[in-house]
């Protein structure tokens, strides 16, 4: 498995009139999330991007456990638990400052070749990376 | 079941380098397709807030099929399948302006006592409004 | 002068802790209300960039007198004061539903050929369709 | 002069079609800047509203002068100029990963009481941890 941490401190911009982080701001954390973990990785979606990949959301579910509040820093944890075939397959935690987990979500993005604009593998360069994590 | 549509023309905002919707601005979208759902039954979310109940999504998941791009009209159709007990269930498909299809998603919303912050029943306010469409 | 005027239908996504419209959404709701007033002429920015014309915005300034709030209609009343030369100047106010002058904004856009991202005169398409409002 | 200077990583959420970071982002980039350069005077604009002291936007410039892309890393460098007294002018200033100038803004904020819901003079507070940067 491989796993990323990422902190982010919440803005006024992300709550809304009950005080707690709009739910449709958590997408963009997940992706904020995504982002730093393949970095971490030594790679970035940009670069999967020059070589022509493109990875679109293809489905994305989510659970809300408790809100998250103005000016605390998340703990937004994302994990690859597979290795991608055709699909890649986050799960994402959201934390609060005291370490109660406040929401999780799976998001599953294709590979797409922006050419052709059709679905493909995993690209070999990602395989490679993500393949010590995976091996016993 | 009740069943309510809404259309929407896509801002430049809601776009990404893509040239697509952004995925996490879809739940903005199914929010405004809620909002007026319920509207159009005779009631608003501002007045069920005003008698004290609060509703926070608690869960949601979205399949994206097709993406939707920049000055389309899409329609968004939101429906109730089941009069809700303890949480009610919102059914949103977003239609493209050739009526593709483009995504759909399942939100779970709570009812929660503003006051004590706890979750209760659907109040009979909603639970009156929705039952014609639920009789046979 | 040009004049065009849009409704819009404050949603929770809209929404920050202090119970009003987040400051940072009006950018947005300025697009949206130039967007249909460019569209009333009988033209969009949409068929604009399809003949290479891009717009982005280089100038923004904006006051925020009172606030909105959550489910209200607001009214976007957008205007074009001048015939655009080199940069097109909307002129944006925000009105609540008791008619109350919200907030007001200028946005300047510049013509930018798509190719050469070069900055360009304002297209004989756009100044035709404003000429009508702007003779005397 | 008080000044901070704050590290973003541009998401694919910032972005739109043309490519370049959306204009009516940057609203929020400048408030996490100010955020954090708050946060660094030993202070937070939390407990300022925990103190009854609400500061809403009450006018906002920029100039967008060069586009920002995808995953570079901006800088945002927030100013106090003037130590406020009835209201706090922040001057932000975004640059690139080659530290180009991409945008500039003036943000006004009030000093508004939380419950008389009146305009009120700068916190002193605030004043306190200013005042060092202000004397020569």
Same mark, same amino acid.
């Given at each position: 498995?491989? +796993?990323?941490?990422? +902190?982010?401190?919440?803005?006024?911009?992300?709550?809304?009139?009950?005080?707690?982080?709009?739910?449709?701001?958590?997408?963009?954390?997940?992706?904020?999330? &995504?982002?730093?973990?393949? &970095?971490?990785?030594?790679?970035?979606?940009?670069? *999967?991007?020059?070589?022509?990949?493109?990875?679109?959301?293809? @489905?994305? =579910?989510?659970?809300?456990? &408790?809100?998250?509040?103005?000016?605390?820093?998340?703990?937004?944890?994302?994990?690859? @638990?597979?290795?991608? =075939?055709?699909?890649?397959?986050?799960?994402? =935690?959201?934390?609060? @400052?005291?370490?109660?987990? *406040?929401?999780?979500?799976?998001?599953?993005?294709?590979?797409?070749?922006?050419?052709?604009?059709?679905?493909?593998?995993?690209? +070999?360069?990602? *395989? =490679?990376?993500?393949?010590?994590?995976?091996?016993?």
């Amino acid at each position: 498995m491989y +796993q990323h941490s990422l +902190q982010y401190r919440v803005l006024y911009a992300d709550t809304d009139q009950m005080g707690y982080v709009y739910h449709g701001n958590y997408p963009k954390l997940y992706e904020a999330g &995504r982002n730093e973990a393949i &970095r971490a990785l030594g790679l970035s979606y940009k670069e *999967l991007e020059s070589i022509g990949i493109w990875m679109p959301v293809t @489905q994305m =579910e989510f659970k809300l456990l &408790r809100p998250a509040f103005y000016d605390e820093v998340l703990t937004i944890i994302t994990s690859i @638990q597979v290795l991608p =075939e055709t699909k890649l397959n986050f799960y994402t =935690e959201v934390y609060s @400052q005291e370490d109660k987990l *406040l929401n999780a979500g799976k998001i599953s993005l294709a590979f797409v070749d922006a050419n052709t604009k059709k679905s493909s593998a995993a690209p +070999q360069v990602l *395989l =490679e990376k993500l393949l010590p994590y995976f091996t016993s």
